[in-house]
């Protein structure tokens, strides 16, 4: 599966990331586009979802790889993906909920 490179995070998302894989251990990302949920990206402990063929990777962050499914990544391609943290509950099935924060992802354009 190639690896796209086109998703980044504020540091703020990425020392999240730190504290739940040191709590949960190895984490996925997914963002399905579907309603509700599927329209953020969720956290996940790694091996609670089945990655497949329709999932691209849009690369890394700070080791968690982040997958979209290929339909929502057709509305996506053409922007640069910022993941960040927002105050709110999100997912239920997202690890970060019991927080109070939710990630978020905020896009735009590429140049």
């Given at each position: 599966m190639e690896t796209l490179n086109a998703v980044d995070a504020t540091e703020t998302a990425k020392a999240l990331i730190r504290d739940l894989k040191a709590e949960h251990?190895?984490?996925i990302f997914h963002q399905s586009g579907g309603c509700c949920d599927g329209s953020s990206p969720m956290c996940l402990k790694e091996g609670t979802m089945m990655i497949g063929?329709?999932?691209v990777k849009l690369g890394?962050?700070?080791g968690v790889p982040f997958y979209m499914h290929n339909r929502q990544y057709e509305y996506w391609k053409h922007?640069?993906?910022t993941l960040?943290?927002?105050e709110g509950i999100g997912g239920m099935f997202?690890?970060?909920g019991p927080r109070g924060v939710r990630f978020h992802i905020?896009?735009?354009p590429i140049k």
């Open positions: 251990g190895p984490l063929a329709a999932d890394e962050v700070e922007t640069r993906l960040d943290v927002v997202s690890v970060e905020r896009s735009e």
